[in-house]
């Protein structure tokens, strides 16, 4: 079946510093690929998404590549800021043609942002 | 106005308890869902609906039972409370089932058993 890596956190890191949380995941087909945040107290909102190789996926300047020859779509920003203190999920869907597709998610990766 | 909306917030009750979680969507989706998301965060599909017929069926105990009146609600009534199904319960909601559907999700229900 399909399933979805990520590191384990807690990532801590400094206003204005780099960031990369590593997701690879495994799956039949071509999958689609999302980052979801979950900001303290909240729902899970959709942060980026590709939905085929080599697409980039960027909002609110966060960005995710979909590389299919190393399985991954690792989440990079140049420059975090306090307020993205979240939890951030790796998530997949499908691959196979037709019927229902179901949301594979990562565990998690909580990252806090230090001033 | 808020796209899913889930009631109670938060829910704390007796083991062996008999307590149900609302949900509703005002984005005209028609696929609906319950997830599970417990303290590690560790978020897991229970089920899933897609015009008010069940699709998704995970491994789940049978005091689990979800209902959708229609195509907006999906609600969860949960028989015989135990300490495990202390979590967080998400509903969320989608157009459609295909693998490009991106799921919004509602704000969360806290339930704790004591």
């Known amino acids: 079946g399909n399933s979805v890596t990520q590191m384990e956190g807690p990532v801590t890191l400094s206003e204005e510093a780099f960031l990369t949380i590593n997701c690879t995941y495994t799956?039949?087909?071509?999958?689609?690929l999302f980052w979801y945040v979950q900001y303290p107290g909240e729902g899970l909102q959709l942060l980026l998404k590709a939905t085929k190789a080599d697409d980039k996926g960027s909002n609110k300047g966060f960005e995710a590549t979909y590389r299919k020859e190393t399985t991954s779509f690792h989440l990079e920003k140049g420059s975090v800021q306090v307020s993205d203190s979240a939890v951030y999920f790796c998530?997949?869907?499908?691959?196979?043609?037709?019927?229902?597709?179901?949301?594979?998610f990562g565990i998690g990766t909580k990252l806090q942002v230090i001033p | 106005d808020t796209a899913v909306s889930q009631t109670p917030k938060y829910l704390v009750t007796q083991m062996g308890n008999d307590k149900s979680i609302k949900c509703e969507q005002n984005l005209g989706h028609d696929t609906m869902y319950w997830y599970k998301q417990d303290s590690k965060k560790f978020l897991k599909i229970m089920f899933s609906y897609n015009n008010k017929e069940l699709i998704i069926n995970e491994t789940v105990p049978n005091r689990f039972s979800p209902k959708s009146p229609d195509k907006a609600h999906l609600n969860l009534h949960i028989n015989s409370l135990e300490l495990g199904d202390s979590a967080v319960y998400f509903c969320?909601?989608?157009?459609?089932?295909?693998?490009?559907?991106?799921?919004?999700f509602g704000a969360g229900t806290r339930l704790s058993v004591l």
């Open positions: 998530a997949l869907i499908g691959g196979n043609s037709g019927g229902y597709q179901k949301v594979t």
């Open positions: 969320a909601s989608s157009h459609g089932t295909g693998g490009r559907n991106i799921q919004y």
């Open positions: 799956a039949t087909g071509y999958p689609s």
